[in-house]
Structures are given as structure tokens and as C-alpha cells.
């Protein structure tokens, strides 16, 4: 889940790896640190925390290494050992000539340790990323080419890696190479970058190279070599970056979940274009590959995600069975990857992920896709390594997403789940014409009702003041909404590190109904349909055992003012549309209490939005 950057070529590297590790907190935040190439040595700086604390080691240093035009930088996440400036990255060698910084997990670093310890390396830290440094280092004593060092490391490494490797011995030159988790080379005039994301190069240049497993790319500001796991030279293909720098912006907004809140409206907007044009016109999606034959012959779909993806995932699963008359199942790709597969080509395997590289849930397609089931993607990345995977994408087109906490990719993530199921519906018939035609036209308000959300925010504001120093929250609901409950509940604890569940309504007397007394919040997701009564009859349950009650509701019903201590209305919307309504405002709640609160909202402790490893 680290971030790491690179550079060579001839401008002073220093502020490219500043800039490319910032664009890359998002990855991780517990330390940071970069190596320079001088002309006679490789000098490492390290810092504890946020990069800011890297900014003030550098600066007393800023005449010896502002002419440097190479170096590597690192970002991390901990995984192995303390978030330390003895654990932070670059990691070196004994000798101190190579340094390499790393995402990923090598999970025979111990074995690995214990054989170079026995040649006699000293290891200072407690991360497995040292032993690359050690490993390396200790071949290239041997073959004088680091190149082929690297190659010659990597086969003997087992897990999950991105590599950035320089040494002292070889200016001008980066070695980097990737096995299950993402790494890109952006092309400029005479330099090269390498990054973990598209953020941290996008400044500087838009064609990159995405490295596939077991490559191994060699560059020096003139020249690129990409060779194959038979160390065989490749031609490189070139691809031209999707963003604009100012997707980099909070655009005047306090943070960035803020500002992608208030985006979500031109997101809708955004995935509808070019696919569902009036609402009597057909969904178009142009890489889903699904015909007739193919969606008879189903028995089953499974989704798979992590996090945010999965509550998206489990609104997806209502609303095809619903659509579709398919059943579906869910599970947590961290689960599913160590179970038996049984998945077959009567099965469509659909996996969620906002940056297309959530490790479990690459692996858990990948397990799939062996056993020959159709792969459909939802993604925010359609360049990513789970993309080109897929037998069938679709892109949620939400743009870059900053901030950790999910907002406007979640909701891009359901309404491409309508579009999908409808998609098929279509296909199979499943749904009468005057039943798809009234969700089209329900579909294509929906950013005009979120604006309305967006326009009147001091009642949601006025609430999220009122219950900021709570030390637990409980969010209720049922049917298409439960999911809406955990996820509402899980932007809370992120970002406020309050103590936040979600519950299905009906559950909440088999056990949890024991923790309510005048400090605990109950939050009612109460919208009109099936299942709105069940609901009220459950938050009266509450009330009677003197919980704090919130309603999140699209209802005028006079009952709700005796019952609730605070209402929060959203515009009227159809049931089966109304996660997309409800989301907004249990997102801001969130937000302004961890604002009330003093929390680092775009930066919470711990988390990191691109989980790359397992």
C-alpha cells in the first residue's frame, strides 16, 4: 500500500520526488523518505509521519542536494516492523552503494534474512524490504550489472512487489521491475519517471508504460529497456494519461472529501453520458461483453470486494436480483481468496474496486478466471491490473478521487451498478417496459436532487455538531438500505474514529438492542417503500429504550416528529433509487463531525486507499 516515486534525467530531482510523494499520501502516511544520487555517494533522508517531517530534515540539507538529477522516494504504509525512521524506506546494503524502495509484501523474507545473516549482512531495521537491498547487493557483488541483479534477486523473491533500485556504482541509472502490485514509467525528453500511481507524475508528463508482472525496466535519462521474465527485450507501449493536473486541486474546498462530495452530481452526470441517453432509449455499454446466450446460461453471479466497494456490492446484488431474477452472492474478497473456488463458466464473477489494484480482490478474479468464469470489472481505473483482467469492464469515470474516504467513487460505483443491471434486464426481458422507463427517468434527476441535498446543508451540519462528542453512533435499516447503514457507519469511524455500526433494523433486538440507553445515537436510514413501517416500528423500539434518535428520511409523516430528536429530509426518490439520495447527507455527517472533531479528514490514521497488499 506504499507509494514509491523515481526519477532520471536532467532537472533537480529533489522537489519531482517531494511533489510525486505527496500526490501519493493517499497510499500511506506513516513515514517517508528519499535517496539522492550525488556525484560521489547515494545519501538517504528519512522521517517519522508525515511528509512535512521529511520537508524539515531536507531543508538544512538543501544546498548539497539541489543539483542532483536522479534519485528514488518512498511513502509508506507499515506493514512489517513500527512506522520508525529506522523502518522508513529507502532501505540500503551494508556498503551502502544500493538503496531500493518497495510496495508490497515479500513473504519469504525471513528465510531470505537468515541466509544472508549467515553470509554476514547486518540488518537494521525490522521491514522485509531490507532484505531486497541486502539480496541485491549481495548478487551484484558478483555479476557487476545491476540489471541483471535484479533479474537474478527476483527469482528467488516470493510475494507481492514494486521495485525501485539504484546504485552508486551505475549513474544515471534506475532499475525497476513489479509483481502483483502496480507500478507505471512516465515518458518525458531526456528523463523518466517511475510511480506507484498516475498522481505523483501527472505534472510532468501524460504517456506512461505500464510494467506487467516479472518485467524489468532499465532506464537512464536517454534509454528504456524493458525485458520479459526470460530476459527477453520488449517494445514498451506507450499509453497516454487520462488527467488533468487540476483534478489535484481542492478547487477552494476546506479538504478534499469536501470537494468530491460536491462532485457527485457532475459523476452521475458523467457515467449517464453516452449511456443512457432519455429514459426510453437503451443502456449502452460498449465494453460489457454479455449477450442473450450468455446471460441464459448463468446460474449464478458472485461479486467480490473490499471496504466502500463491498456495501456497493451488496446494493448491486438487490437490485440485479431484483432486475434480473439471478441470484447473487457477496463476499469479502479477503475471505473469498482462501476458500475453495467453485466457480465455473456458468458464473459471472463481477469485481469492485476503486483503484483496480486491491490485492484480494485481483487474486480473487485472477482464481476465478482459471476456472473459467466471465470477469466483470467496476473500477475507477480502467487502466489498471484488474482491467485488464476483465472480459468485460465497466468504468465508474469518477476522476480522481483524493481524499481516503470513499464519497464520490461509492456513488459511482452504484449507479453503475443500475446501469448494469438494467443493462440486463434488458437483455433477459426481466423488467416491464413501463417499470424500466420510470427508473430511466428517476435516474437522469438524480444530480439535480443531490445539488438540492448539496444547496441546504446547515440542518445536516446542525446535527453533526449536535452529536460530535458521542463515543458510539448506531445506523439502522433494511432491505436496499442496510447496506446504506454500514457504509454510512463506516465513513464515520474513519474519519472520526468514533465507534460506529450498522445494523439490519430487524437485528437490533437480537442482541444489540442492549447498548441503547440517553448516549447512544440511533440513526434510522427511513425511506419510503416495502420496508418503511418495519423501520419506524424498530426506531419506536429504540426510542423506548431512550436512544438519541435520527431520522434520515424522503417522508412528510407527521408520526416521525413525536419520534425522532432530529430529521433530516431528503428529496423523494424511488426505493429502489434511494442509497444513491441517502448516501449524501450520512457523508457530510461524517465529514463535519470529524471537522468539529479536529480529525486530519483527507489523511485518517491508519488507512491507506489503495490497498495493494493482502
Not at 529506522?86 to 531500493?100: E, R, S
Not at 539480496?135 to 514494486?162: F, M, R
Not at 464473477?349 to 485481483?362: F, K, Y
Request: net charge negative; aromatic share 6%; proline share 4%.
Amino acid at each position: 500500500m506504499c507509494g514509491i516515486v523515481g526519477y532520471v534525467g536532467k532537472k533537480p530531482v529533489v522537489d519531482i520526488l517531494l511533489d510525486g510523494l505527496e500526490q501519493l499520501e493517499y497510499r500511506g502516511y506513516d513515514s517517508s523518505g528519499i535517496a539522492i544520487k550525488t556525484a560521489t555517494s547515494i545519501d538517504v533522508y528519512k522521517a517519522e509521519g508525515k511528509l512535512a517531517n521529511l520537508r524539515d530534515v531536507l531543508r538544512p540539507n538543501a544546498d548539497k542536494i539541489t543539483q542532483s538529477t536522479m534519485g528514488i522516494g518512498h511513502i509508506r504504509w507499515a506493514t512489517h516492523g513500527a512506522p520508525t525512521v529506522l523502518n522508513a524506506h529507502p532501505h540500503t546494503c551494508n556498503c551502502g552503494n544500493l538503496v531500493v524502495v518497495h510496495n508490497g509484501i515479500i513473504e519469504n523474507y525471513k528465510e531470505l534474512r537468515s541466509e544472508l545473516e549467515a553470509e554476514g549482512c547486518t540488518f537494521r531495521s525490522q521491514t522485509d524490504t531490507e532484505t531486497v537491498s541486502h539480496l541485491v547487493a549481495s548478487i551484484y557483488a558478483e555479476v557487476k550489472d545491476l540489471t541483471k541483479a535484479v533479474q537474478i534477486a527476483t527469482k528467488k523473491i516470493e510475494g507481492a512487489y514494486a521495485l525501485c533500485i539504484m546504485h552508486n556504482n551505475e549513474p544515471e541509472k534506475l532499475v525497476v521491475t513489479k509483481r502483483n502490485a502496480p507500478l507505471l514509467i512516465g515518458v518525458g525528453e531526456g528523463e523518466f519517471f517511475v510511480a506507484s500511481d498516475v498522481p505523483a507524475i501527472i505534472k510532468h508528463t501524460k504517456k506512461a508504460i505500464y510494467l506487467t508482472d516479472n518485467q524489468v525496466a532499465t532506464l537512464t535519462p536517454n534509454s528504456l529497456k524493458i525485458e520479459n521474465e526470460k530476459e527477453e527485450e520488449i517494445e514498451p507501449k506507450v499509453e497516454v494519461l487520462p488527467w488533468e493536473p487540476v483534478a489535484l486541486s481542492k478547487m477552494g474546498y476546506k479538504h478534499f472529501m469536501l470537494k468530491e462530495i460536491h462532485e457527485q452530481p457532475d459523476v452521475i452526470r458523467n457515467i449517464l453520458v453516452g449511456k443512457l441517453h432519455t429514459s426510453n432509449s437503451p443502456i449502452v455499454l460498449n465494453e460489457v461483453k454479455l449477450n442473450k446466450e450468455t446471460l441464459k446460461n448463468l446460474n449464478r453471479i458472485q461479486v467480490i470486494a473490499c471496504g466502500t466497494s463491498l456495501h456497493a456490492a451488496m446494493i448491486g446484488k438487490y437490485i440485479i436480483e431484483n432486475f434480473c431474477e439471478i441470484p447473487v452472492d457477496v463476499e469479502a474478497s479477503s475471505e473469498y481468496i482462501y476458500r475453495k473456488t467453485v466457480t465455473d463458466e456458468h458464473t459471472l464473477v463481477i469485481g469492485v474496486s476503486q483503484s483496480g489494484e486491491t490485492a484480494d480482490t485481483l487474486t480473487a478474479i485472477k482464481q476465478s478466471k482459471a476456472r473459467g468464469s466471465h470477469i466483470l470489472i467496476i473500477t475507477n481505473r480502467p487502466d489498471s491490473a484488474m482491467a485488464r483482467e476483465a472480459d468485460s469492464l465497466v468504468p465508474v469515470s469518477a476522476g480522481i478521487e483524493v481524499s481516503v474516504a470513499a464519497t464520490k467513487s461509492y456513488i459511482a460505483q452504484l449507479t453503475s451498478f443500475y446501469l448494469l443491471a438494467l443493462y440486463m434486464a434488458e437483455i433477459k426481458g426481466t423488467m416491464a417496459q413501463s417499470d424500466l422507463t420510470n427508473l430511466k427517468a428517476e435516474m437522469l434527476l438524480l444530480p439535480q436532487k443531490i445539488e438540492q441535498i448539496l444547496a441546504h446543508k446547515e440542518e445536516i451540519q446542525t446535527c453533526a455538531r449536535k452529536y460530535a462528542n458521542t463515543r458510539d453512533f448506531i445506523y439502522i435499516a433494511r432491505g436496499i438500505n442496510y447496506p446504506t447503514a454500514l457504509e454510512g457507519a463506516l465513513k464515520l469511524k474513519e474519519i472520526s474514529y468514533i465507534n460506529a455500526t450498522g445494523y439490519p433494523a430487524g437485528e437490533l433486538k437480537h442482541g444489540p438492542i442492549a447498548m441503547l440507553d440517553e448516549t447512544m445515537p440511533v440513526l434510522s436510514v427511513l425511506m419510503k417503500g416495502s420496508v418503511y413501517e418495519k423501520i419506524l416500528s424498530n426506531s419506536e423500539e429504540a426510542k423506548a429504550r431512550n436512544a438519541r434518535m435520527i431520522a434520515l428520511t424522503n417522508s412528510t409523516d407527521a408520526k416521525l416528529d413525536d419520534l425522532f430528536d432530529f430529521i433530516i429530509r431528503v428529496p423523494e426518490v424511488t426505493e429502489l433509487l434511494s442509497p444513491i439520495v441517502a448516501m449524501i447527507p450520512l457523508q457530510l455527517i461524517a465529514y463535519y463531525i470529524a471537522e468539529f472533531l479536529g480529525k486530519d479528514v483527507d489523511q485518517p490514521r491508519n488507512l491507506a486507499k489503495s490497498v495493494t497488499v493482502e
